[in-house]
Nanobody, 119 residues
Framework: EVQLVESGGGLVQAGGSLRLSCAAS????????LGWFRQAPGKEREEVASICPSGGSIEYADFAKGRFTISSDNVNNTVYLTMNSLKPEDTAVYYC????????????WGHGTQVTVSS
Protein backbone atom coordinates (compact mmCIF):
# COMPACT_ATOMS: atom_id res chain seq x y z
CA GLU A 1 0.00 0.00 0.00
CA VAL A 2 1.34 3.38 -1.02
CA GLN A 3 1.66 5.84 1.84
CA LEU A 4 2.66 9.48 1.57
CA VAL A 5 3.04 11.57 4.70
CA GLU A 6 3.74 15.26 4.32
CA SER A 7 5.25 17.50 6.98
CA GLY A 8 6.92 20.87 7.28
CA GLY A 9 4.03 23.19 6.61
CA GLY A 10 3.19 26.13 8.83
CA LEU A 11 2.87 29.87 9.11
CA VAL A 12 5.63 32.05 7.67
CA GLN A 13 5.99 35.71 6.82
CA ALA A 14 6.26 36.86 3.24
CA GLY A 15 9.82 36.53 2.04
CA GLY A 16 10.47 33.58 4.32
CA SER A 17 11.25 29.97 3.55
CA LEU A 18 9.86 26.53 4.30
CA ARG A 19 10.92 23.02 3.45
CA LEU A 20 8.21 20.44 3.00
CA SER A 21 8.98 16.75 3.37
CA CYS A 22 7.12 13.72 2.14
CA ALA A 23 7.94 10.33 3.60
CA ALA A 24 6.96 7.68 1.07
CA SER A 25 6.50 3.94 1.36
CA UNK A 26 4.85 1.02 -0.38
CA UNK A 27 6.41 1.41 -3.83
CA UNK A 28 9.77 1.36 -5.58
CA UNK A 29 10.90 4.94 -5.26
CA UNK A 30 13.21 5.10 -8.26
CA UNK A 31 10.55 3.97 -10.77
CA UNK A 32 7.88 6.55 -10.03
CA UNK A 33 7.30 10.19 -10.71
CA LEU A 34 7.34 12.27 -7.56
CA GLY A 35 5.62 15.59 -7.34
CA TRP A 36 4.00 18.35 -5.35
CA PHE A 37 0.64 19.94 -5.99
CA ARG A 38 -1.14 22.69 -4.13
CA GLN A 39 -4.67 23.92 -3.68
CA ALA A 40 -5.59 27.34 -2.43
CA PRO A 41 -9.05 28.16 -1.03
CA GLY A 42 -11.55 28.55 -3.83
CA LYS A 43 -9.05 27.52 -6.49
CA GLU A 44 -8.32 24.38 -8.45
CA ARG A 45 -5.49 22.09 -7.50
CA GLU A 46 -2.35 22.90 -9.47
CA GLU A 47 0.97 21.18 -10.05
CA VAL A 48 3.97 22.79 -8.40
CA ALA A 49 6.92 20.61 -9.35
CA SER A 50 7.79 17.06 -10.37
CA ILE A 51 10.68 14.69 -10.83
CA CYS A 52 10.26 12.22 -13.67
CA PRO A 53 12.41 9.07 -13.68
CA SER A 54 11.95 8.67 -17.43
CA GLY A 55 14.65 10.97 -18.75
CA GLY A 56 15.41 12.37 -15.32
CA SER A 57 13.57 15.62 -15.95
CA ILE A 58 12.50 18.08 -13.30
CA GLU A 59 9.61 20.39 -14.07
CA TYR A 60 8.33 23.47 -12.30
CA ALA A 61 5.23 25.56 -12.65
CA ASP A 62 6.00 29.08 -13.78
CA PHE A 63 5.19 30.50 -10.35
CA ALA A 64 7.68 28.09 -8.75
CA LYS A 65 10.64 28.68 -11.04
CA GLY A 66 13.53 30.37 -9.27
CA ARG A 67 11.89 30.11 -5.85
CA PHE A 68 11.02 26.45 -5.26
CA THR A 69 13.24 23.37 -5.50
CA ILE A 70 12.08 19.77 -5.58
CA SER A 71 14.53 17.09 -4.54
CA SER A 72 14.51 13.49 -3.44
CA ASP A 73 16.44 11.26 -1.08
CA ASN A 74 16.25 7.84 -2.68
CA VAL A 75 17.90 6.16 0.30
CA ASN A 76 15.31 7.36 2.78
CA ASN A 77 12.41 7.47 0.29
CA THR A 78 11.70 11.10 0.98
CA VAL A 79 10.85 13.90 -1.42
CA TYR A 80 11.29 17.55 -0.48
CA LEU A 81 10.00 20.89 -1.64
CA THR A 82 12.15 23.81 -0.57
CA MET A 83 10.30 27.09 -0.92
CA ASN A 84 12.05 30.44 -0.76
CA SER A 85 10.84 34.02 -1.15
CA LEU A 86 7.35 32.96 -0.18
CA LYS A 87 4.42 35.17 -1.10
CA PRO A 88 0.91 35.40 0.38
CA GLU A 89 -0.40 33.87 -2.85
CA ASP A 90 1.59 30.72 -2.05
CA THR A 91 -0.84 30.05 0.78
CA ALA A 92 -2.39 26.65 0.09
CA VAL A 93 -2.53 23.03 1.12
CA TYR A 94 0.45 21.28 -0.43
CA TYR A 95 0.15 17.64 -1.48
CA CYS A 96 2.80 15.04 -2.18
CA UNK A 97 1.92 12.92 -5.20
CA UNK A 98 3.24 9.76 -6.84
CA UNK A 99 2.84 8.88 -10.48
CA UNK A 100 3.97 6.39 -13.06
CA UNK A 101 7.40 6.09 -14.65
CA UNK A 102 6.54 8.20 -17.70
CA UNK A 103 5.04 11.16 -15.84
CA UNK A 104 1.71 10.54 -17.52
CA UNK A 105 -0.53 9.57 -14.63
CA UNK A 106 -0.75 10.52 -10.97
CA UNK A 107 -1.84 7.60 -8.83
CA UNK A 108 -1.52 8.36 -5.13
CA TRP A 109 -1.90 11.47 -3.01
CA GLY A 110 -0.92 12.40 0.50
CA HIS A 111 -3.30 14.16 2.86
CA GLY A 112 -1.57 17.49 2.48
CA THR A 113 0.15 20.05 4.69
CA GLN A 114 -1.02 23.62 5.16
CA VAL A 115 1.26 26.48 4.20
CA THR A 116 0.18 29.97 5.21
CA VAL A 117 2.18 33.02 4.18
CA SER A 118 1.32 36.25 5.96
CA SER A 119 1.87 39.67 4.43
Amino acid sequence: EVQLVESGGGLVQAGGSLRLSCAASGFYFDDHTLGWFRQAPGKEREEVASICPSGGSIEYADFAKGRFTISSDNVNNTVYLTMNSLKPEDTAVYYCVVGDYFCSTWSSWGHGTQVTVSS
